[in-house]
């Protein structure tokens, strides 16, 4: 096995901390981001830190400077960077009308500039080795948006929509840019679940303001029926750096629950968008 050079982000708790120790577990140099390592994430990165072949550091994704400055530290330290998984994110709940601008920047920042931010910083080094993996962990709810999370939604079809054209510009170059789609999983996401500022707005939604409620407690239920284990997510994670590239699929649905739903409409669409390149020009860059 070649030892890999992996950057993740996002790996303070959830899919992110169990990608990072089950990468690492592989022999792999994983570079571990999570923010306030000396303040509330302390424990966090000592824990994470303890493992071998894991190095905890500190950045800011929506930071430009910040992140530019951690990057080249680790092309200082490493010369190359073979694997990138973008992961760190937060939820978003509630009444779309409730969301002000800022809180849908916020949104867009995190879920698609900062993602990009360190994207635009690995190609360089993956064109010049002829090879790297993007790994973009997304959501069914990228694919299809549902009532009351339509900000996220809207973060997450973003993200898709810049992974999915990427796919195929740099396919030919030997990168590949795959996304990861999880359906709903008992993690630390739960507990970041931003709603919009603008609160007045909900007095105009009467009743309709009980379905994220009761979409709540349908989750509950779930959990308890279906029992996911967020280290299917990670194991679909080490799956895709496993696989040859050239070989990993652009879509990993990992969704005990309403997967089938998801990769159905992937499929549907799948064949639509070969037959547009096609139309344009471009069927080459499916090859």
Known sequence: ??????????????????????VAALGH??????RDTNGKNADKAKALSAVENITVVDVELTNEANVQKVFGEIIAREGKIDVLVNNAGYAASGVAESFTTKDVQDMLDVHIIAYWRLM????????KQGEGLIVNVSSGAGRLSFPFMAVYSAAKFGLEGLSEGLHYEVK???IDVAVVEPGAFPTDILGKVLTGSDVDVNDGYGSLLQIPEQMGAGLAQLFETLKPDPQDVADAIVNLINTPKGKRPLRTVVDPATGHIVSASNDAVQVQHQTMLGVFGMGDLLN
Request: charged content about 15%; proline content about 3%.
């Open 1 to 22: 096995m070649t030892r890999k050079i992996v950057l993740i982000t996002g790996t303070n708790s959830g899919f992110g901390w169990l990608t990072a120790k089950s």
């Open 29 to 34: 140099k994983v570079y571990a981001t999570m």
């Open 120 to 127: 635009k910083l690995a190609l360089p080094y993956m064109r």
């Open 172 to 174: 030919s170059l030997g």
